[in-house]
């Protein structure tokens, strides 16, 4: 037998013993490899507990896919470096420190630059010319500029030229270090908007005009030694230019039409936008105001050159821009439905109680008028971190950064701010002094820098301009100058002793044509003053005809635009006025009314005979040229008697 068939033969004959404890050696065995194995997976779990936990802290390589984090990572709040230093250089009271008189209301105040002089203009076409000195400012010259309504004013960005645009068809020079008025420029039609568009320091100033009818923008020797335009910009925009503004630091300018349509250009060479900004519109947000049908009532360029802001109605939001990308970056709606959601949901910036936001209310619908609409504006600090604007809840001052309102002006004072300036002091010494040296404790750096700053603001239908100063010990029986003679101080008597506003003839300027009109003020005598004293105070600047009929009438003169609204010079319906005067002629000019004694601001012009107006409506005068218009604007296509597109008065004027 082999050695394997004896060892088999010898292990065949084992005792049960043997095998018992075979039997017990074994499952040890199994025991002892079961308790390792499950020793070794814990110590695994372990280790990958520990290492998920150190992933956390650590980027380790040997980590193999994501590890959730413990908690999410707090998100940084942005913060402006140097805040608290920029809003010291604002003026420091909420209230106003003093407030000084127009004989009639205020449409615009501007601060010069490096000059220092504060110009403000009121309705009358009244400039008035005032120093700043080191406790305040003091009057220097007055002017009866115009005629009318001063419509638009610029300043140059050396501070030395000053320019108004008035609805006399005229444009006035002044030399603002001597307050002198250089010259007059007579234009063929009355003026939109106008604006400085030279460097710092050029040798020859321009400036640019854009006027109500047509689209083209005049550029003029901005010392108006010609009555001649240097150039015309005749295809930059296809409809009126509405507002603009020049970026010194690009040497470009801003402007903006009716339509929405916004443009960059340069004021010399071949007038094309600038190769430093954008190439392609389409990458800019600048058709914001084409989709939002509001076109920019006002631009502002920040002092730095990189941004601009504007105001826009009638949605009327604050939109701020990058100047070279055209990227929006910032919109505040300051809408009346925003303003009202917010006030009854209780997420406004002040609760205000049912009466006084009632009252403040009223208010912000007035200043939806069209004559008020470019006297509402938005300015930058000298910092060009912060944007300032009158709401309903006074001066706004937000941190374009951070997106925090900072600071509120005026919050309970009894105006509501339209047209804002900005001084802030010791202009000869910028750039000299740096954010970090302001910064630091040396007290005879900090003498030399002391600053005087002074925010100005106009009031709607106030005859007032208002000054917030860092002056805290305030008296309100003080405060209010009386610079100015006072007309009359009952209202009604004011009223009856105005002088009658009136004239013979009007020419209606439409977007379809011109309409000449005969006036009769001696058939109708309030009826005439009220529509002259409306054409002259801009009052259907922009206004539609929002009620056709064929073969019978044109209907227009309401600034809602549906046949709700306007209202009559004296703010109340005035009584009927019937004369000799009959319906029984075509381009018969009436009052519309809602019944005997209702006359407002609305009027018609009949295309037919109409005899069953007669004794119901005014007839305050006819067309006698444009006929062609009337008509044209009569057969135009119509939904429910309201025009499919939109026939504007772009403003009217009175012979």
């Known amino acids: 037998m082999d050695r ?138 007055e002017f009866k500029a115009h005629a009318g309504e001063i419509r638009s004013v610029s300043v140059s960005q050396d501070g030395r030229s000053y320019a108004t645009a008035g609805a006399d068809k005229t444009v006035k020079v002044f030399d603002v270090i001597t307050f002198d008025l250089l010259a007059i420029i007579q234009l063929e039609s009355a003026p939109r908007s106008i604006c400085y568009v030279h460097r710092r320091g050029a040798s020859l100033p321009l400036l640019a005009v854009s006027v109500d009818v047509g689209k083209a923008i005049s550029i003029y020797d901005g010392r108006g030694e010609s009555q001649k335009p240097i150039h015309i910009l005749s295809n930059t925009h296809r409809s009126t230019v509405t507002a603009m503004a020049y ?21 010399g060479g071949n007038h094309e936008k600038p190769d430093n900004v954008w190439e392609y519109k389409s990458s800019t947000d600048l058709f914001a105001f084409k989709k939002a049908k509001s076109p920019p009532s006002s631009i502002v360029i920040s002092p730095s050159g990189t941004h601009f802001a504007t105001f826009s109605f009638p949605d009327r939001k604050v939109r701020f821009f990058d100047f070279a990308s ?54 930058f600090d000298e910092s060009s971190n912060f944007i300032m604007y009158g709401s309903i809840l006074g001066v706004k001052v937000i941190n374009t950064l951070t997106n925090r309102v900072v600071k509120v002006y005026g919050d309970n004072e009894p105006f509501r701010s339209l047209n804002l300036t900005l001084y802030q002091g010791q202009p000869q010494k910028k750039g000299v002094v740096t954010v970090s040296m302001a910064a630091s404790n040396n007290p005879l750096l900090q003498e030399a820098e002391e600053r005087d ?74 009826a005439v003053e009220n529509f002259v004293t409306h054409s002259r105070n801009g009052y259907y600047n922009g206004t ?31 009584e009927d006025e019937f004369s000799t005067l009959k319906h029984d002629k075509p381009y018969t000019v009436s009052m519309a009314n809602a019944g005997p004694n209702t006359n407002g601001s609305q009027f018609f012009i009949t295309t037919e005979k109409t005899p069953w107006l007669d ?9 006698v040229q444009g006929l062609d218009v009337v008509h044209k604007i009569e057969n135009t296509r119509v939904y429910k008697e309201k025009p499919e597109e939109d026939i504007k008065i772009v403003n009217i004027d009175v012979l």
């Open 4 to 141: 394997q068939g004896l060892t088999e033969a010898t292990s065949s004959k084992r005792t049960r013993a043997d095998f018992e404890n075979e039997s017990n050696t074994l499952q040890t065995a199994i025991n002892g490899q079961s308790n390792t194995a499950e020793g070794q997976r814990s110590v695994k779990m372990q280790k990958a507990v520990t290492d998920t936990t150190c992933s956390t802290d650590s980027s380790s390589e040997d980590n193999i896919g994501p590890a959730l984090p413990s908690s999410a990572p707090k998100k940084k709040r942005r913060k402006l470096p140097h805040e608290k230093l920029y809003v010291s250089a604002l003026p420091s009271s909420p209230r106003y420190s003093k407030s000084l008189m127009h004989k009639d209301q205020l449409s615009f105040v501007t601060m010069t630059p490096y000059t220092d002089f504060l110009i403000t203009s009121s309705i009358d076409g009244v400039v008035k010319f005032w120093k700043k000195v080191a406790d305040g400012i003091e009057a220097v010259k």
């Open 247 to 267: 970026n010194n630091e690009f040497d470009c300018v801003l402007s903006a039409d009716e339509s929405g349509m916004v443009e960059y250009w340069k004021p």
């Open 326 to 379: 055209g990227k929006l970056y910032r919109t505040y709606d300051e809408s009346i439905a925003t303003i009202i959601d917010m006030q009854q949901a209780g997420t406004s910036l002040q609760k205000l109680e049912d009466v006084e936001f009632g009252r403040r209310l009223a208010v912000e619908r007035e200043i939806e008028n069209p004559a008020l609409q470019n006297k509402i504006n938005v300015i």
């Open 453 to 526: 700053p002074m925010l100005v603001t106009t009031g709607s239908g106030k005859v007032r301009f208002y000054i917030f100063t860092n002056e805290t010990d305030i008296s309100k029986s003080t405060r209010d100058v009386q610079n100015e003679k006072a007309k009359h101080l009952n209202p009604r008597h004011q009223l009856e002793s105005k002088p009658v506003e009136t004239g013979h003839a009007a020419i209606l300027h439409t977007t379809y044509g011109d309409i000449h009109v005969r006036l009769f003020p001696d058939a109708a005598p309030k």
């Open 544 to 574: 539609i005809f929002h009620r056709i009929i064929k073969k019978f009438m044109i209907q227009g003169g309401d600034p809602l635009g549906d046949g709700t609204g306007g209202e009559s010079i004296w703010g109340k319906e005035f």
């Open 615 to 623: 004794n119901k409506h005014t007839i305050f005068g006819r067309a």
